[in-house]
C-alpha cells in the first residue's frame, strides 16, 4: 500500500507505528526498507491519482521514496538518539543520500546477463550522488528455476556467485540476498569455491580502516567511494567508454569478470583473462602478485576463477587491518600500511566511536601518512 509522504503528519504517524511494532520491540541496527518505489505494481494507478499535501499523485511521483526516507531518518535520529540511522532502500530520488539511504539495484536475476549489468548501474547511480549502492550477490532470483530458488551447487551457478562476490568485495555496500541457500560455508559450494569466497570476505574485513576512512570523507568531503574513471582521469579519453571499469577510493582499479569463462560453451577452453585498460599517468601494481605496469595500455589481465583483476595506482596508501569476523572485533588490532612507489602519495585514516552520531560533536580522529617518492620516506602526523 501507499501514503501520503509528503505530507509531515501522516510521516509521523508511518514512523510511529514503525517503531512501536518493529524497532524498538526488536532493537534492530537498520531498516530494510523495501517497497517504497513510486511504481508499485497494481497501486501505480491508484498513487498516479491521488491528491497528496502538496499536490496531485502525478506531479509528485518520483519524489516519493525521497519523502519516504525523510519521515524514518527524521523520527529515528529523534526517537533513538545513541544508534547511527541506516537504511537499506529500493528506491532512491535525488536527495536520499542525506537522510542514511542505502540503494540496491532491485531483485535482479540469477544470470550473468544481469550481472554484467550491475557494474554499470552502480556506477551511475554513484555518479548521480548515491554514494552507497549494492546488489544482491549472485542475483535475487532464477526466472527458470523451481520458485526462482536455482540449483547454487551446480558449477555454472558457482561460477556466477564466485564473480558476483568478488565485485561485491569492492562495492559500497557489501551483502548476499537471494532465493536458494549461499551462505559463506554453504554446502552448496564445493572446497575450492569455498577457500575463494572466504579469501575475499578477510580482504573486505582487512580494508576496513581503509574504507571506513574512505565513509568519513563521503560525509564531511562529499566524496565518492565507487569511482566512475571520468573522476580521477578526466584527461584521459580512453576511459570515457569504459563501462566496467572502476576506482574504489584512490588506490584500488576494480576490473570485475562479468563473463561465464569456465563453464557453458567456454567450458572446454576457457579464455582465463580480461581485457583491462590502465588509465594514462600512472604506474600501477597488480594487487595480487606486485607486477609493475605502465598506465595507457589495455592488458589482458589474468582471470582464473580465484582472480578479479586488481591493480593499485602508484602513490596509494592502504592500511589493512588485522583479520576479524566483525567490525570492532579487534579495535587496537595493528594495522599494516601497504605504501606503492612510483609517486607521491597521501591518506588521512579516521576513527569514531562507531556507532553513534557523536562525531558530529567533534568526537573523532584522524592522523595522516604521506609517502615522498624522492626520498622513499613515509611521515605520519601528529592525531589530531
Request: proline share 6%; hydrophobic share 35%; aromatic share 16%.
Amino acid at each position: 500500500t501507499f501514503y501520503d509522504a509528503h505530507n509531515p503528519i501522516a510521516r509521523d504517524i508511518y514512523w510511529a507505528q514503525a517503531r512501536d511494532s518493529v524497532v524498538r520491540r526488536s532493537g534492530s541496527d537498520a531498516w530494510w526498507v523495501d517497497q517504497c518505489e513510486p511504481d508499485n505494481g497494481s497501486l501505480l494507478d491508484e498513487r498516479r491519482k491521488a491528491v497528496f499535501s502538496v499536490g496531485k499523485g502525478i506531479d509528485y511521483f518520483n519524489s516519493y521514496s525521497l519523502e519516504h526516507a525523510k519521515g524514518l531518518y527524521k523520527g529515528w535520529r529523534r526517537d533513538i538518539p545513541g544508534k547511527r540511522a541506516y537504511f537499506l532502500i529500493r528506491q532512491a530520488f535525488a536527495g536520499s543520500q542525506h537522510y542514511a539511504a542505502t540503494l540496491w539495484s532491485s531483485d535482479v536475476t540469477t544470470t550473468f546477463r544481469a550481472f554484467k549489468s550491475q557494474v554499470p548501474q552502480g556506477i551511475n547511480a554513484c555518479v548521480s550522488g548515491m554514494p552507497y549502492w549494492t546488489s544482491d550477490i549472485g542475483g535475487y532470483l532464477s526466472r527458470t528455476a523451481p520458485e526462482g530458488r536455482p540449483d547454487w551447487s551446480a558449477p555454472e551457478y558457482r561460477e556466477l556467485f564466485t564473480r558476483w562476490f568478488q565485485f561485491g568485495t569492492f562495492s559500497p555496500i557489501f551483502r548476499i540476498h537471494g532465493k536458494g541457500e549461499r551462505a559463506l560455508f554453504s554446502k552448496n559450494w564445493d572446497d575450492q569455491t569455498k577457500t575463494i569466497l572466504l579469501k575475499y570476505d578477510k580482504l573486505r574485513y582487512r580494508l576496513l580502516p581503509y574504507i571506513y576512512s574512505l565513509s568519513a570523507r563521503v560525509n564531511r568531503d562529499n566524496y565518492t567511494i565507487m569511482r566512475a574513471l571520468t573522476f580521477d582521469f578526466r584527461n584521459d579519453k580512453n576511459v570515457y567508454d569504459i563501462p566496467d571499469q572502476y576506482m574504489f577510493g584512490p588506490a584500488f582499479l576494480v576490473n570485475p569478470v562479468t563473463e561465464q569463462l569456465y563453464t557453458g560453451k567456454n567450458a572446454d577452453n576457457p579464455p582465463k583473462t580480461r581485457k583491462v585498460y590502465l588509465p594514462k599517468g600512472n604506474k600501477w601494481f597488480d594487487f595480487w602478485t606486485g607486477e609493475t605496469l605502465n598506465g595507457g595500455q589495455t592488458i589482458d589481465a589474468a582471470a582464473p576463477i580465484e582472480t578479479m583483476p586488481l591493480y593499485v595506482r602508484a602513490g596509494a596508501i592502504v592500511p589493512m587491518g588485522p583479520n576479524v569476523e566483525y567490525a570492532t572485533e579487534n579495535p587496537s588490532g595493528a594495522i599494516e600500511l601497504r605504501i606503492y612507489p612510483g609517486a607521491n602519495g597521501e591518506f588521512k585514516l579516521y576513527e569514531d566511536e562507531n556507532d553513534n552520531y557523536n562525531y558530529e560533536k567533534g568526537n573523532y580522529a584522524t592522523f595522516s601518512f604521506k609517502w615522498n617518492d624522492q626520498l622513499h620516506q613515509v611521515t605520519i602526523s601528529d592525531r589530531k
